[in-house]
């Protein structure tokens, strides 16, 4: 008669951000003994870093990642290896990311980076790191008929007066069209007249300094929100464009960088 394998808890690592974009876990592990590391994996290289894991109260252990340890951008997967045990990956338990919310950094360094922990659909741990230099950071959107403005800051970099943004056909060899860039101090704004745009998907670019400038892409990072995607949604407008009848509308992509989709539609 075959016995089951029992099957092994997972390990799981509570996560607190705080307001200078660095990451505490705290791994439930009682009982455990000798040398221990949390490991980040970035996923699809073979890049890692470790991490010591010191014991704490309550039988926890305590690993820490600093906003001074750089994190190249990319998903990382978290393990713990204890003693001499093969690495085992890591499950979420309580994530505290209320800091990441308020969150405005500096940009003194020259780039802004950010960490968020977050689930898998496999239910494993993974913290999505982004490291801009610079950054734009994109704030409200406001949808007007056919026209959409961007609010933003920039952050490691000035804007200049002859600053200007860009959509760029993201699968087309087509010029970028530019737009117009209203500045104040850090912060900036734009607008998208859809009407402009052919069907395609149209990526977004401020070019702060103006041509001779850095291209820097238009995203939003600094919130709690992993994947932007499926959470930030916005309605999309029909529209008579030279190129036929459209549907366009902003989103966000995996990158949580931001975009304009525009569809074409039957006359």
């Given at each position: 008669?075959?016995?089951?394998?029992?099957?092994?808890?997972?390990?799981?690592?509570?996560?607190?951000?705080?307001s200078?974009?660095?990451?505490?876990?705290?791994?439930?592990?009682?009982?455990?003994?000798?040398?221990?590391?949390?490991?980040?994996?970035?996923?699809?290289?073979?890049?890692?870093?470790?991490?010591?894991?010191?014991?704490?109260?309550?039988?926890r252990?305590?690993?820490?990642?600093?906003?001074?340890?750089?994190?190249?951008?990319?998903?990382?997967?978290?393990?713990?290896?204890?003693?001499?045990?093969?690495?085992?990956?890591?499950?979420?338990?309580?994530?505290?990311?209320?800091?990441l919310?308020a969150?405005?950094?500096?940009?003194?360094?020259?780039?802004?980076?950010?960490?968020?922990?977050?689930?898998?659909?496999?239910?494993?741990?993974?913290?999505?790191?982004?490291?801009?230099?610079?950054?734009?950071?994109?704030?409200?959107l406001r949808?007007?008929?056919?026209?959409?403005?961007?609010?933003?800051?920039?952050?490691?970099?000035?804007?200049?007066?002859?600053?200007?943004?860009?959509?760029?056909?993201?699968?087309?060899?087509?010029?970028?069209?530019?737009?117009?860039?209203?500045?104040?101090?850090?912060?900036?704004?734009?607008?998208?007249?859809?009407?402009?745009?052919?069907?395609?998907?149209?990526?977004?670019?401020?070019?702060?300094?103006?041509?001779?400038?850095p291209?820097?892409?238009?995203?939003?990072?600094?919130?709690?929100?992993?994947?932007?995607?499926?959470?930030?949604?916005?309605?999309?407008?029909?529209?008579?464009?030279?190129?036929?009848?459209?549907?366009?509308?902003?989103?966000?992509?995996?990158?949580?960088?931001?975009?304009?989709?525009?569809?074409?539609?039957?006359?």
């Amino acid at each position: 008669m075959t016995m089951p394998v029992p099957r092994v808890a997972p390990l799981r690592a509570d996560c607190v951000a705080d307001s200078a974009g660095g990451l505490t876990f705290d791994v439930t592990a009682r009982g455990a003994s000798g040398v221990a590391h949390l490991v980040l994996r970035r996923r699809d290289s073979h890049e890692e870093v470790s991490l010591p894991l010191a014991p704490v109260a309550g039988g926890r252990l305590r690993a820490a990642l600093p906003s001074t340890v750089a994190l190249p951008e990319g998903r990382w997967d978290a393990y713990a290896c204890v003693a001499d045990r093969e690495p085992q990956r890591l499950a979420p338990g309580v994530t505290d990311l209320r800091s990441l919310a308020a969150r405005t950094p500096s940009g003194a360094r020259g780039h802004v980076a950010v960490r968020i922990p977050y689930a898998t659909r496999q239910g494993n741990l993974t913290v999505r790191s982004w490291l801009r230099a610079p950054h734009a950071e994109a704030g409200e959107l406001r949808l007007q008929g056919a026209e959409l403005t961007v609010l933003g800051r920039v952050y490691g970099t000035a804007l200049a007066r002859d600053a200007y943004a860009e959509l760029r056909d993201r699968y087309a060899p087509d010029p970028a069209r530019r737009t117009e860039v209203a500045v104040d101090h850090a912060d900036f704004g734009f607008s998208v007249a859809y009407a402009r745009l052919a069907p395609g998907i149209w990526d977004l670019w401020l070019r702060p300094g103006g041509a001779a400038g850095p291209q820097v892409r238009v995203a939003r990072l600094l919130d709690d929100i992993a994947d932007k995607k499926p959470v930030l949604t916005y309605p999309r407008t029909r529209v008579r464009t030279p190129y036929g009848p459209v549907e366009a509308g902003p989103y966000y992509t995996r990158d949580n960088d931001l975009s304009v989709s525009v569809t074409a539609m039957a006359p």
